[in-house]
Nanobody
């Protein structure tokens, strides 16, 4: 069956960095666009970044451009989200999504 498992969240100070990973199984990963979403308390789930199956095309939400980088490894069936210069407002549960399937989420908390 399809499984998406996120990891890499945690508590970090403003200005710090985290790298999220999402390991996928149960479908053909290499031709599947993948996305990272986030949901802050009391807010709707929001698309943060996406990447095409080959990795040649990416999209970023305006507020994370130049700070976050989405990438993928089609051998390891993993998609990554490198997050730099983190801000308090980046605090949320981060989810990966592919083919309509979702991971369980990983908490990112940015706080001093």
């Amino acid at each position: 069956q399809v499984q998406l498992v996120e990891s890499g969240g945690g508590l970090v100070q403003p200005g710090g960095s985290l790298r999220l990973s999402c390991s996928a199984s149960g479908f053909t990963f290499s031709n599947t666009p993948m996305r990272w979403y986030r949901q802050a308390p009391g807010k709707e789930r929001d698309l943060v970044a996406s990447i095409s199956g080959t990795g040649s095309s990416t999209y970023y939400k305006d507020s994370v451009k130049d700070r976050f980088t989405i990438s993928r490894d089609n051998v390891q069936n993993t998609v990554f989200l490198q997050m730099n210069s983190l801000k308090v407002e980046d605090t949320a549960v981060y989810y990966c999504e592919g083919r309509g399937f979702w991971g369980q989420g990983t908490q990112v908390t940015v706080s001093s």
